[in-house]
């Protein structure tokens, strides 16, 4: 069953506190994207990539940092420099960057208090 | 930087009235996507616009690329209340880095039967 899955759902964490957003495709896609979504702000590029070791800032990179070890990974680790990480975070995949759909994961919602 | 824009932020109707929603870019864009996201879900793909003034229908939705390919819209005939939920459109947003996708702040739909 094909598809991309964000770990955990919900994630509590305490202020000051890194924590890592785990997303993984079993697509073959060669582009991953991490986006934040807040009310009213529609869907905010944090990183991307586009291939295996190679990624690049979005539009609200700081305080957040990603890898791309492996082509089926894509972790996303919000620091404690994040001023305001409570958020919903959604992963997505396309099989090239901009020409075909992408496909998302179920989300992330990430509380710190 | 490369902006993309809808219009109206919400939009409430009675079921059975029209619906359109209108994206515009800063620049020309290559194609441009269009998504749905329910509540308390993730974005999922509804179609895709490469053409100058092409026209695609969906069932009762129907979407438009502009003869510039820098604006878009969505039509929906006859709503139902299953077309609750919030559309985004996107497109290719190109930086000195590489190309991702951008979204807009999309358009909630609240539909009343």
């Known amino acids: 069953d094909g598809g991309i899955t964000q770990s955990p759902k919900y994630l509590f964490r305490k202020e000051g506190q890194n924590v890592t957003l785990s997303c993984e495709q079993n697509l073959n896609h060669d582009a991953m994207y991490w986006y934040r979504q807040d009310p009213g702000q529609g869907l905010r590029l944090i990183y991307y990539?586009?291939?295996?070791?190679?990624?690049q800032k979005g539009d609200i990179a700081e305080g957040y940092s990603v890898s791309r070890e492996k082509k089926e990974s894509f972790p996303l680790t919000v620091t404690s420099a994040q001023k305001n990480p409570t958020a919903f975070y959604l992963c997505a995949s396309s099989k090239d960057s901009v020409n075909t759909e992408a496909f998302f994961g179920q989300g992330t919602r990430l509380t710190v208090v | 930087g490369q902006q993309v824009m809808q219009i109206p932020q919400y939009q409430h109707v009675q079921e059975g009235e029209d619906f359109t929603t209108y994206c515009n870019s800063s620049?020309?864009?290559?194609?441009i996507q269009w998504y749905k996201q329910r509540p308390g879900g993730h974005p999922v793909f509804l179609i895709q616009?490469?053409?100058?003034?092409e026209v695609k229908k969906q069932k009762r939705l129907t979407f438009q690329f502009g003869e510039a390919k820098k604006n878009s819209s969505l039509h929906i005939t006859a709503t139902q209340t299953t077309d609750v939920g919030t559309y985004f459109c996107a497109g290719p947003s190109l930086n000195q880095a590489g190309t991702a996708l951008i979204f807009g702040k999309g358009t909630t739909l609240s539909v009343s039967s």
């Open positions: 620049t020309t864009l290559s194609n």
């Open positions: 616009l490469v053409k100058s003034g």
């Open positions: 990539s586009q291939i295996v070791n190679d990624f």
